[in-house]
Nanobody
Framework: QVQLVESGGGSVQPGGSLRLSCTAS????????MAWFRQAPGKEREGVAL???????GYANSMKGRVTISSDNAKKSLYLQMNSLKPEDTAIYSC?????????????????WGQGTEVTVSS
């Protein structure tokens, strides 16, 4: 059974940084597309960044230039380094994965989701 577990959320002041982690278990595939999504209070979930097993990455405009997605295949982990955080970045951040392909085609078709980790940006 595939499981995704996020960590690293918390409270930070505007301009601060956080590094989110997502650890995957229960699969043996070497191919994947994995992504970070976020959902702010009262808003729809939106994609933030994605990466495939060939280390090709993409970013949504909302946080582009302030976030970096990375993965560690040996640790089966996904990361999101977030810098220059703003109050509007306050949201639940979740990781998602699809292990049926080694490329990403956008923000759809993710089979597995984590529970999310909360990020609050406030002074």
């Amino acid at each position: 059974q595939v499981q995704l577990v996020e960590s690293g959320g918390g409270s930070v002041q505007p301009g601060g940084s956080l590094r989110l982690s997502c650890t995957a278990s229960g699969y043996t595939y070497n191919r994947y597309c994995m992504a970070w999504f976020r959902q702010a209070p009262g808003k729809e979930r939106e994609g933030v960044a994605l990466i495939d097993s060939r280390a090709r990455s993409g970013y949504a405009n909302s946080m582009k230039g302030r976030v970096t997605i990375s993965s560690d295949n040996a640790k089966k982990s996904l990361y999101l380094q977030m810098n220059s955080l703003k109050p509007e970045d306050t949201a639940i951040y979740s990781c998602a994965a699809d292990f049926s392909r080694d490329y990403c085609t956008g923000w759809q078709s993710f089979s597995y989701w984590g529970q999310g980790t909360e990020v609050t940006v406030s002074s």
